[in-house]
Nanobody, 125 residues
Framework: QVQLVESGGGLVQAGGSLRLSCAAS????????MGWFRQAPGKEREYVAG?????????YYPASVKGRFTISRDNAKNALYLQMNNLKPEDTAVYYC?????????????????WGQGTQVTVSS
């Protein structure tokens, strides 16, 4: 059983930056593919970044965040990060980290086995 705890959310002005962290415990972190998802009020949860297991040599971003968001992992610290730059009001959402056991990387929510509680990111215009 893996426990995930996000932190680093907050209120930021448009054009600003935030760095989200996700602390993992209870499993072998390096064996999980990891992802960040977000859910805005009234909208479905969407994938914003993914990183492969082990060394995290493969990453994936949807077009909406590509070039602005960077996912990374530190297996020695059992930590996942999301650096978010040039934030826009439409990035406002609750951000979740998730861990997947069965795939090396995936944008599919159904592939993820463990989820954190989320951290709120609010971008003001």
């Amino acid at each position: 059983q893996v426990q995930l705890v996000e932190s680093g959310g907050g209120l930021v002005q448009a054009g600003g930056s935030l760095r989200l962290s996700c602390a993992a415990s209870g499993g072998t972190f390096s064996t999980y593919a990891m992802g960040w998802f977000r859910q805005a009020p009234g909208k479905e949860r969407e994938y914003v970044a993914g990183i492969s297991w082990s060394g995290g040599s493969v990453t994936y971003y949807p077009a909406s965040v590509k070039g602005r968001f960077t996912i990374s992992r530190d297996n020695a610290k059992n930590a996942l990060y999301l650096q978010m730059n040039n934030l826009k009001p439409e990035d406002t959402a609750v951000y979740y980290c998730a861990a997947a056991r069965r795939v090396s990387i995936s944008p599919q929510q159904s592939q993820y086995d463990y989820w954190g509680q989320g951290t709120q990111v609010t971008v003001s215009s």
